[in-house]
């Protein structure tokens, strides 16, 4: 079989570009993420990947590469985005923020692992007023590193990639000079909400979802889309390493418990509005789920993104719903914790939207994708990686418990912010 392409993920999250790649054709060898709850769910899902936890200001090209055990071998591809609270469209707004130091990072980084192509992603606020001077920079310093950016720049909206969410992000495509310039990916098929997340079954039907975030239980799924998702049908564009998954178990399905004045609420709230009172959008069956988001991290108050409500059912989503509204498969996991794992998800590039953009620098390549052997990262049998507190998860890998802000709150799934959110009979 041939050698499949390099790929190394900076500001890897869980891993929705990791996995989008992946699924194109790339073998991961690393990927570099600060938060030790999120290294832990991608070292879950992405076992034969080096996760490497640590700020990608303190780490070089040669170090990425021997923690990757790669030697000297030909990078294939850099690819991640650097946190965007910085130029976030619905935050504050400044050139100056020191969070955009991440960014020069990300260049040195290439310029140090000089690999063949670069692929930068943000949010789409980087195209607009003043952030377009930054962008510029941006390229420029591409440029000056010895890459040739394909402009004119595009803004890809994720449902125009089979995914049923309208999520729109920055692609910058780079390529080493004198190498071919991958295009930007065309649009293809279209889904929606309820192709998506209907088979699912109410998570409020199993008491046991309380205190888990999943069950054993046997339900039916017939569109393609979900059938896919759930490993029911191939996917011929699927390139990815096979998972060891039993279809049967709902997992990240932990119930939110909300008032029944919310739920009076939210079931007059009609599919495609907004519920007035917590604002809330409820989702429409056969239209886009609104773009998930993430909220805040600990160390700025741990907010919860306001989460949709489900366009049957009286209540807000949970995170295998938004995880298949995100184009998740699901033998992916995420933190068993709901305000981790949205936050998991609304960070996150949709899968389907990364294999689009990866499948380019693929063809740029030359290389003629593979179904992988059987042999691959199949399963992940840890499921404390699942479960960490911060300092556990920073224990694990060997970093100072206070590299993330903590937050203050109970360990009862019951008492997160998250769930004091959703259960205010706020007016």
Sequence with gaps: MTLRPIGIDLFAGAGGLSLGFEQAGFDVAAAVEIDPIHCAVHHFNFPHSATLCASVVDLTGDAIRHRAGIGDQT????????????????????LDDPR???VFHYVRLVRELQPSYCVFENVKGLTVGPHRRFLHELIGAFQEAGY??????????????????????????GAKRGLPLPAYPQPSDKTNVADAIDDLPDADRFDGLLASDSVAVDFETVPLYARRLRGLDEDPTDYSYPRAFDSRRLTASLRTAHTELSRRRFAATPPGKVEPVSRFHRLAPHGLCNTLRAGTDSARGAFTSPRPIHHRLARVITVREAARLHSYPDWFRFHVTKWHGFRQIGNSVPPLLGRA??????????????????AGPSRQNNENLLKFDMSEAAAYFGVPADTIAQRTRNSAPQATPENRQMELPVG
């Excluded at 499948?359 to 003629?368: C, F, Q, R, T």
């Design 75 to 94: 990078v294939d591809v850099v690819f991640g985005g650097a946190p965007c609270q910085g130029f976030s469209m619905i935050g504050k707004r400044a």
């Design 100 to 102: 955009n130091q991440l």
């Design 148 to 173: 040739e950016v394909r402009l004119p720049y595009r803004v890809l909206n994720a449902a125009d990639f089979s995914v049923p969410q309208d999520r729109r992000r920055l692609f910058l495509i």
């Design 357 to 374: 953009v990866a499948g380019e620098i693929v063809k740029a390549l030359g290389y003629i994708p593979e179904k992988p052997a059987q």
